[in-house]
């Protein structure tokens, strides 16, 4: 009851604690929501099947699960003709999907899924989608289309294949996406089989699908209801992926953010109350009693604030969702449902950062004693700890071999280090902020000692007498300004080396590259005899001398020379070492199609991207999976590029590492101001509180100075002069901090790209944060600061 009694006599000392909360946890609950309801769900067209039959499951190269394996024809034949048999099953359906786009007007049609929209006939069965129109085809050279496309039956369609444009007759018409052809000519084009639907008879019980796991064995999996999700288009992951890595972040950043603001308010809050902690340790209150009352109190602050803030982020979700909705990585049709665990969650980390920031504060308040803490401010005024000097040099430590790291880092990590290491950065900087505070306050304050005005002195003193205090002030400004220049830096520092780094690697080449297409057809590869065109597809190997399941491998069909060799494979020997392979050895590689070929090892190289980790011939990837599609196509000078065909571009090499570099900076400059705006936009209202805080604190100060002949407008200078040099030593901080993150990163950016790459600053980001965290700093020191003065006044 003393607990929430004190909660509510001193709300105002706990406001900025509860408001910190409160959008901390709105921001996690929103996050979790949307990335809850942003699950895979099961594909439409497998809403008639009442179980899909997997093959074996493959590994990567770390081994965690990843692709399953294709069953060969002969494999795949058997077992559809079990499966058929069982009772209950009315049909087993090869699910075949492969790559079909319309022509029409010279250009494709607009199409995101068409990687994977052509399907055999019997895929149809699995929706169901019933004909609306004409019949099923029979043909080769006939296809049953979605009425939406506007085909007529009876028509001649242009349809986009792996081979190149074919002319198809349109026989028929459903109410569902994909171009379905005859069944002969889907085992053309993917002759492996990745998954088998069970469509039931109507009134079959659950006995079915059992048999059917027993005619399957352990020649793969059988899967049910939600867990038939697995089967998901490359688009849909490709955006669900880049989705949850974006809330990722927005959540890591809330997290930290929330953590760091909480316990700066919360220490400055139990600051103020030393002469009442005296008081009670007068009065007989024991260490533990007060270190659990201002626990409890943060418990009860946070628990307040992450109820508020639940309700917030839940109102907030639909807003999140039309955003990411609007940079495109979000699933189709996503609706947003709000389940517990998300509530539950960020509750939790509301109250547990509430009460893990107060840990400290109430520890250092538990060790006042009684007639110490009635004294004036100048008993307070003690500087670091030898705790805070260990843990603060301890923290800067490590941010700086974060940051050493991040020039080593590679590509995946380069940018996640840097966040890390500015991270970790802005602890040691909030930490070892107390001895720095005094020195950069005194440094500013110089140049207007001479001018005989109390004010500067008046500020001088304040920030040095109690450099804890100020600590607290900066800590939040030092998050603001250190988020927004590392994240902005960072993209402008991208911006500068990838496109001139990928220039450089294609100078003097024409590149031929897909335009509404999500790759190059044999037909455009024929139109351009000469020059680079891997065709890429998916392997298993099984490492050798292990028998784990197969480890699944991107490999590239070249036609170059050096490596266009039948029977031979080249590796990296980043690959080499995780196959346990090396030079002379064969191996039994398992292509698209199920079957496995033998090859030799003929060489190991230094790892090159350009190159590839395993490549092969290029006849043996298109023999084996003749669904695949053809990389960019890059055309030597003194060679003439062909775009002729439908759906390409044509590039030089610096159009070319530009459109490169724009297919993700789109995506990079969003997630950037995304971030930006959560730690700014956090950060400032953290500032604001906790200048309102200070200043509704020093109204007692105000009051003797005021008797001593302050008035009104020279108490709000003093208060303003205060908020800003507390603003500006924050904001140096807070680029100090980021310098070291960004050297790294640009240094590993100059030697991955070859190109000379400085770190890049964006001024304009800089100045707005600094301009903003600044303006509500003074106006909420100034509002609570004028009231006070009236108060006093009345």
């Not at 400290?360 to 006042?368: L, M, T, W």
């Not at 603003?727 to 790209?753: F, N, R």
């Not at 100045?767 to 903003?772: E, F, I, K, Q, Y």
Request: proline share 5%; hydrophobic share 50%.
């Amino acid at each position: 009851m003393l607990i929430l009694a004190n909660v509510r006599e001193r709300w105002s000392g706990f406001l900025g604690a509860f408001a910190a909360v409160l959008v901390g946890v709105a921001l996690i609950t929103t996050t979790l929501v949307v990335y809850d309801s942003a699950r895979a769900g099961v594909q439409p067209r497998f809403a008639g099947t009442a179980a899909m039959v997997l093959p074996e499951r493959a590994v990567d190269t770390d081994g965690g699960a990843a692709d399953r394996v294709p069953w060969s024809p002969a494999e795949a034949g058997p077992l559809l003709a079990g499966l058929a048999r069982v009772p209950g099953v009315a049909a087993a359906v090869p699910d075949r999907s492969f790559y079909a786009q319309a022509v029409r007007g010279g250009e494709p049609v607009a199409d995101e899924g068409a990687l994977e929209s052509g399907h055999g006939w019997s895929s149809a069965r699995t929706a169901p989608y019933e004909l609306g129109a004409g019949r099923a085809p029979g043909g080769a050279d006939e296809v049953v289309v979605d009425r939406a496309l506007g085909a007529a039956v009876g028509s001649a369609l242009t349809v986009n294949v792996t081979q190149g444009r074919q002319r198809f007759t349109v026989v028929g018409t459903v109410d569902g996406p994909g171009y379905y052809f005859s069944e002969p000519f889907a085992a053309k084009q993917r002759p492996g089989v990745g998954a088998i639907a069970l469509v039931t008879e109507k009134g079959a019980d659950a006995g079915a699908v059992s048999a059917a796991g027993r005619v399957v064995g352990d020649r793969g999996s059988v899967v049910t209801g939600d867990d038939r999700a697995e089967i998901q288009p490359e688009y849909v992951e490709h955006k669900r992926f880049l989705g949850v890595q974006l809330l990722g972040a927005m959540a890591l950043l809330a997290l930290f953010t929330t953590v760091f603001v909480v316990a700066s308010m919360l220490t400055l809050a139990t600051g103020m109350r030393r002469r009442e902690i005296g008081l009670l340790r007068t009065i007989g209150a024991d260490p533990g009693q007060i270190r659990r009352m201002i626990l409890g109190e943060a418990a009860v602050v946070g628990l307040l604030g992450s109820v508020a803030g639940c309700l917030a982020g839940v109102a907030a979700t639909p807003l999140l969702r039309d955003i990411l909705r609007g940079l495109d990585v979000t699933p189709p049709d996503l609706s947003i449902d709000v389940a517990a665990w998300p509530l539950l969650t960020a509750s939790a980390i509301g109250v547990g950062v509430s009460v893990t920031g107060a840990w400290s504060a109430g520890r250092r308040a538990a060790r006042v004693a009684p007639v110490e803490a009635l004294l004036d401010s100048g008993s307070a005024a003690r500087g670091m700890g030898r705790g805070r000097w260990i843990a603060g040099l301890a923290v800067l430590g490590a941010g700086g071999l974060l940051a050493t790291g991040t020039a080593a880092a590679g590509a995946d990590d380069r940018v996640n280090l840097a966040i890390l290491a500015t991270m970790t950065l802005i602890v040691a900087a909030a930490l070892l902020a107390p001895v720095l505070v005094g020195p950069a306050a005194r440094l500013l304050t110089a140049p207007f000692q001479r001018g005989g005005s109390a004010g500067p002195v008046l500020i001088r003193a304040e920030l040095t007498a109690d450099p804890r205090r100020a600590a607290s002030l900066v800590a939040p400004v030092i998050a603001a300004v250190g988020f927004a220049v590392l994240l902005s830096g960072m993209v402008e520092t991208m911006r500068v080396a990838y496109p001139a780094g990928e220039a450089l690697k294609v100078a003097g080449q024409t590149i031929v590259t897909p335009d509404g297409t999500p790759g190059n057809t044999d037909e455009v590869v024929a139109a351009n005899p000469v020059g680079k065109a891997a065709l890429p597809t998916r392997a298993f190997v099984r490492a050798h001398g292990r028998r784990s399941a197969p480890t699944v491998l991107d490999v590239l069909g070249s036609r170059d020379p050096r490596w266009d060799r039948p029977g031979e494979a080249v590796l990296g020997e980043s690959t080499a070492e995780d196959l346990g392979l090396e030079q002379g050895r064969e191996v039994g590689v398992r292509f698209a199609d199920g079957a496995e070929v033998p090859l030799r090892v003929a060489r190991v190289l230094p790892d090159d991207p350009a190159r590839g980790a395993f490549v092969v011939a290029r006849g043996l990837v298109r023999a084996h999976d003749p669904a695949a599609l053809t990389d960019d196509v890059f055309v030597p000078a003194g060679a003439e590029a062909s775009d002729r065909v439908p759906g390409t571009a044509l590039h030089d090499a610096a159009a070319y590492a530009l459109a490169d570099y724009e297919t993700d900076a789109r995506l990079t400059d969003s997630l950037a101001a995304m971030l930006i705006v959560i730690a700014v936009g956090y950060s400032v209202i953290a500032v604001a509180n906790s200048m309102a805080m200070a200043a509704h604190g020093r109204r007692r100060d105000y009051a003797v100075m005021r008797s001593a002949g302050g008035t009104v407008r020279q108490l709000l200078l003093t208060s303003a002069g205060e908020t800003t040099l507390v603003v500006v030593i924050g904001a140096a901080l807070g680029v100090l901090v980021t310098l070291p993150p960004l050297a790294g990163m640009a240094a590993g950016l100059s030697e991955a790209t070859s190109a000379d790459v400085g770190p890049h600053l964006n001024t304009g980001t800089l100045a707005l944060s600094v301009a903003g965290t600044l303006l509500a700093a003074v106006v909420a020191g100034l509002v609570v600061t004028a009231r006070t003065l009236r108060g006093k006044a009345a």
